[in-house]
């Protein structure tokens, strides 16, 4: 019953500010948990904090991944630390369990969110969207071979169409560009709302990959800004990182919607995978 | 004695993780304080408590603007998140005091600090730099007039030497524009090392000074990546956006040091100067 998705981000109030979550191994990628769906929890738990209140949607939410998380339960923690009449801002964590009981931490956010009914029509977008080949010569990544998925289980939950010149993202050799794209929906067509959006952010392998850099590369920070709600209809997704120094690179991601919106921009800080 | 600028970003310890600062009057900005001069207030304070623990400068900070901050004294506490071998991740209040006493909260802060000597020398930077007209070509924002000097007292805090193109930011009609761009360096010549960084990320007038919005555009959250520190001599910087959607914008930040590096990328989500 409802959307997969929904059941792998469902958060439940179990005290003032702290919700329970059950983080779902369907959202794995190298043996940890993709730090977008993380987000997305973490997401959704502070929407659950402040929507009475007047602020369902994420403006802007940054996240610092200080331990690798895995599937099974987990808990977020809401603090508020301004709530006003435009927008709210809160600290929040995610925690998971050891063995005794006590609590590690897996990853620490500030958010600022507020109503995206409340945002004006005054668009004065000067980005263009990039260019992607039509959604039907693109290539679905959800069937690439099962050594892939094996490391990637991640790739069921979603219907991600990439660009065939990204020749390394659809397992062939590295394309040596520093940006791969694609097309993005979810698995089960659950629509993207601004909570989702969260998770879209990071779900495109890192761009290390068309780099000669297989592997996965652990995020240090995100920070994501979620600018409007997304038209219905499949999603263009970019990542381009341009200042790689010391194993260390920055990752820009912009989403499209289906009406030519520019709905959301990442940037993220990521250790880049070890040279093979 | 000293460099003025390190007098306005101390701070002394005054418990665990608890460090006292007095706020500069000298970088204010439209009757509050400058938001790149108040990270490097709480950066410093970070730097005080990390460094000898071996992490000593900031990778990357996120930064939540709750309230205006004024001039006088201030509190800066830092809770370690996660202190690992190769970084660290810390919270960050800064906050200030009412009249009874009680704490009001101005930002809230995550960080994670390494080492940049622990950097290696692997650099595949694709970024290149902006155009920028020669130093001696460009305008000194300090000789604006008593009016603009009045409302932005910063100005005398540093030589920043503005593009001539960029006519908004010099005193002149809006550009159209949605960039600015200028030299800069510290009044007093103190080199700018990571914690300065966090200033420079913010002390261009709002992009949207070009767009024939004048007045000041209050920041709602501000992540700076320092990646590497500064050769010696003249930064150049560029702040840019591309999305501006009512009233709120983002600012994207490039500094590129005298060696042609590009050690700090910023980016920054704004409200727009209500339109006059």
Request: charged share 20%; glycine share 10%.
């Amino acid at each position: 019953m409802g959307y997969e998705y929904d059941r792998a981000i469902a958060v439940e109030q179990i005290d003032a500010g702290t919700y329970a979550a059950n983080l779902d191994g369907g959202w794995s990628v190298g043996g940890g948990l993709n730090g977008g769906y993380l987000l997305a929890v973490i997401g959704n738990a502070i929407k659950s904090d402040l929507e009475d209140l007047g602020h369902p949607d994420p403006y802007a939410v940054s996240a610092y991944y200080v331990s690798p998380s895995v599937a099974g339960p987990a808990r977020v923690t809401v603090r508020h630390i301004r709530v006003g009449r435009g927008t709210a801002t809160v600290a929040a964590t995610l925690s998971q369990f050891q063995d005794d009981g006590s609590p590690v931490e897996r990853i620490t956010a500030l958010a600022t969110y507020g109503d995206h009914a409340r945002i004006s029509d005054d668009v004065r977008t000067t980005a263009v969207p990039f260019d992607l080949p039509p959604y039907d010569d693109c290539v679905l990544t959800s069937t690439a071979p099962p050594e892939v998925k094996a490391f990637v289980p991640m790739l069921d939950r979603f219907a991600m169409r990439a660009d065939p010149a990204n020749t390394g993202l659809i397992g062939g050799p590295p394309s040596g560009s520093t940006a791969v794209q694609a097309w993005f929906e979810l698995a089960d067509g659950r629509p993207i709302d601004p909570i989702a959006l969260l998770t879209v952010v990071d779900t495109l392998p890192p761009v290390t990959i068309e780099m000669g850099l297989p592997g996965w590369a652990p995020t240090v920070e995100l920070t994501a800004h979620i600018r409007a709600t997304p038209a219905p209809g499949p999603l263009r997704i970019r990542h381009e990182t341009r200042n790689y120094v010391g194993g260390c690179f920055e990752e820009d991601c912009e989403v499209w919607d289906s009406a030519g919106r520019l709905v959301a921009q990442s940037r993220q800080l990521a250790l880049a995978p070890l040279a093979q």
